[in-house]
Each structure stands twice: as C-alpha cells, then as structure tokens.
C-alpha cells in the first residue's frame, strides 16, 4: 500500500444548496443537496454531507443516465476545481484537476502540439468524469480506454485519507475507481500523458456504406485507421438494415488556418411530435446523402471530428421536455454480428424514431473491474423516452447479453441489476474493494442503489 496522509480539519464549512440534477437524456429529475468546491480543502470539507447524507461526484452532467445523480442525497459538482497543474512538453505528462475539461485541454494544447490520447463523444466531460467512466473514443481498437493512458490519480477517500494511487502502488484501487462510477473515493488530481500530433487537423474520409455486411467490411479494410466511426440509418430496414456513413482520420501534417464556427445553441425544447418516424427517417436520408456516391476526401479541425454534437449548444432539448435515453452495448465478434443485426432489427421495428445510431470498433479489454471496453463493435442509439421506450431497452438489454456484450454504464438509465451481474463478472472484485476503501458506504448514487452496487 502507498502511503497515505493524513487528512487537516476543513477550514471552512462547504455550502450546501438545494437543487435538482439530471443526466444529460433529461428523463429524470434528481432533488438533492449539492456543493461546488473550488479548492481542495473545500472538496475534503464535502466529505462530512449533511445529515448523514449519502454522496457522489458529478462532473460535467454528461452522463446520459443516474451515474452521478443521488436523489435526496448529496452531490459534489466538481467544475470549478478546473485547474491545470502542471505539465511537461518533453513527455507530454499533464497533471489537472477533476474538472477540468477535454475542451480545456483542446484550447490549451492543441496548440502546442498535443490532444488527449482518448477523447469521448463530446469535450463538455470532466477529467474526473471521464476516469470514473473510462470513456473511450473513435480509437479504442488502437489504444484502448481512458485508464490506459492515466499515470496515477490523487484519490480523497470516504474516511479522509488522501492517496496516490497507480497501476503499481495498488493495482487493486486503481482498477477499482478507473470506471468505477464515483464509488472508491473523489478524484482530487490526475496525472495523464497527452498525445503529440503534427497540426491542428485531421484529414477525414468519408463514404457511403449500403448495410451492415458492408459496414464490417468497411471496418475491417479500415484496420490500420488511427480513428474510425460508423454513422448508422437506424430506421433503415429490409436490404439497407445497417446502412450509413463510414469515416476514417488520420492526423493531418498541414493544419487549417481558420477557427471552427461557434456553436449554435438549440433555442427551446422541441414539442413532442416534432421526432417521429417521418422527420428522423428524412434526416436520415439527408445525412447519408450528403456524403457524395463516390466518397469524400476533407480536412477538419479535430474539434469538428472529435466532438460533431458539440456544434449544438442544448442539443438534448430537441427530445422535448420528456427527454431521452442512450442505450450502448459492445459485443464480442462473431456472435457479435448477429447481435447487431437484431439491435438494429429491434429498433427499426419497434417505432421509436432514433437519430442516426454510431458504431464503432472496439480493441482491448478496460483497465477497470467495471470498464465497459472489450473486444467487439460498439452499438449507440439515442431513444425517446416515451411510454412503451422501457420495454425496447429491455429487449436490447437481452439481445446484448444473450450474445455476451455488455452495456455501458455512462450512457445507461434502465439496466436490470440482474442484466449487470452477467455482463461484468468482474463486479464481485469490485464490491471487495469497495468493502475496505468505504465499508459504511459513504459514497452511493441511484444507478449504485439500482444495480446493487
């Protein structure tokens, strides 16, 4: 075991506030206390919660589900602890606060000549987010999760103690909390190595795919692409069942002089019978098309690549006030493919109209007990939450496991804690760990209570 210090008495008392959380799909609302530390003495204060209250970390609120909410419990937002502390350009070792940014690191070193080895589907999430969830990104099949590429983190645990976890000071932790949703102890630094790129830009190919068979095809021709993305027609059937866009990047050596347009913010929330089978089947349609027959050859900033719903501030809000739900699985090849055609199937059949869906190539197994990353392809779709939604996910959720996938907790609102014991057998392990680092169980949030976590 490292060592460990001692924690001082809080100088000051943390300032709770009443107020109601959501994950990103908006599908629930989450009453509870809340804190924004901005120093870490405020960040230990927050460990004492009100009334015996229990509490979890809440970064950048880009989990799409009850991650990091904790109904009438208490919630550390970790925003303002958004500091860069240090960093070496011959190495390219970052050493952050939990809030700061992946947009933070774009605006910082990008410039310089560097970006974040994995980058999730949007910058608005936090470093601290994106370790408790190791994210992943268009290159996993090539260098695998968030937690690969972290050296340590400062971890503050539930009884006050401060500790430098690694790989190789305590394995056991480390794996533990890299994808552990919050539940060892809140994040107080991370120590990341960035990557070092020639330019500002990616050059991007982009092609049409008729179906699935052609998109794995495609995938596979595509190996040796440093970044590869599948953008699926998920209301597509029959002969084009799995029909899409297929883009490859590579870091450009020449990079672009202007800056990306500012993002545009969606106004209002979109009424309910704006998203129906007719307007996002159309979508659709112009979106596959807008890539011509023959291919396309760009070069774009990686902020455009990288992040392409960031170009919409509130994006979430054109689901209306119900909100939405994402469900994502991976699973393994072979039986794999026969998964996706029925996911696919499912959807498209069930009525419920969802935007273009992502696929993606998945590579090596999670640093962490709970980490999502597996060999296999990566599912992604966007769902309304509306009455009769909770039984589709249902039948993914069978579908996934039956070909054993699993589901990723990030984007998830509705897993059976029965569905996550089959798919992370590693979660025994787990709940171990947890047992010695908070065997009063502090820490808690609603999808810990929901899985038996």
Known sequence: MPDTLAAPAATRTTGW???????????????????????????????????????????????????????????VVTGRLDRILGFDPATGELVAEPGVTFADLLDVFLPRGFVAPVSPGTS???????????????????????????????????????????????????????????????????????????????????????????????????????????????????????????????????????????????????????LNGLSVRAFNELYWRRVPA???????????????????????????????????????PGPGVAALRRLLETVAGSGNASFLAVLKVMGPDGQGML???????????DIPARPGSEAVFAQLERITRDAGGRIYLAKDSLLSAEGFAAMYPRAGEFRAVREQVDPNRRLSSDMARRLGL
């Open 124 to 274: 608005h999430v936090t470093l601290g987010g994106a370790l408790a969830n190791d994210v992943h990104g268009k290159n996993h099949h090539h260098v695998g999760s968030f937690g690969d590429h972290v050296l340590w983190f400062d971890l503050l645990l539930p009884d006050g103690r401060m500790q430098r976890v690694s790989p190789e000071s305590d394995p056991g932790l480390f794996q533990a909390t890299v994808g552990g949703i919050g539940l060892t102890g809140l994040i107080a630094a991370i120590g990341l190595r960035l990557m070092r790129v020639p330019s500002n830009a990616l050059a991007v190919s982009r092609r049409r795919v008729r179906d699935l068979d052609e998109f794995l095809a495609g995938f596979e021709s595509a190996a040796g692409a440093t970044w590869s993305v599948g953008w699926i027609d998920a209301l597509a059937g029959g002969a084009s069942l799995g029909r899409g866009v297929l883009e490859t990047a590579e870091p450009s050596e020449s990079g672009l002089d202007a800056a990306p347009p500012r993002a545009k913010r969606f106004p209002i929330d979109a009424p309910g019978w704006l």
């Open 17 to 75: 506030k009443q107020t109601a959380l959501q994950g990103w799909g908006r599908s629930s609302l989450s009453p509870c206390l809340a804190a924004r530390p901005e120093r870490l003495r405020e960040l230990r204060a927050a460990l004492d919660a009100p009334e015996g209250r229990t509490l979890i970390a809440h970064g950048g609120g880009r989990s799409y589900g009850d991650a990091a909410l904790n109904t009438d419990g208490a919630v």
């Open 294 to 332: 023959g291919g396309q050859q760009v070069t774009v900033p990686y902020r455009q690549f990288l992040y392409p719903l960031d170009a919409i501030e509130g994006w979430n809000r054109m689901y209306g006030k119900q909100g939405f739900r994402q469900f994502q699985c991976v699973v393994p």
């Open 371 to 381: 980490s999502f990353g597996m060999p296999g392809y990566s599912l992604a779709l």
